[in-house]
């Protein structure tokens, strides 16, 4: 009954931050966007509104409160198609 046991189970998954069946089904909350995965901040990155979620031991955290779109600095994010229909 120890915690590494769970803490072993990341270190199966090394090739990529979470599996590939539980990432077809991710989306994101907010926007039911694609989520792609950045290996390297541990993150998934919505490709509509560009908010990251962090990965946690292997699970993600979908949460639109802690997943604040980083701030635009340099880069103009206002080409967002939000008026793309959600198709029927
Ligand atoms: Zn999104």
Redesign the pocket.
Known sequence: MSLECLFNITEISQMSLIKAELMEILV?P??K?DLKELESERKLE?S????RYPVKNGIPVMLIDEAKAKTPSSENDKQQQQQEQDGR
């Open positions: 994101c907010a926007d966007g919505c509509v509104c560009g908010r």
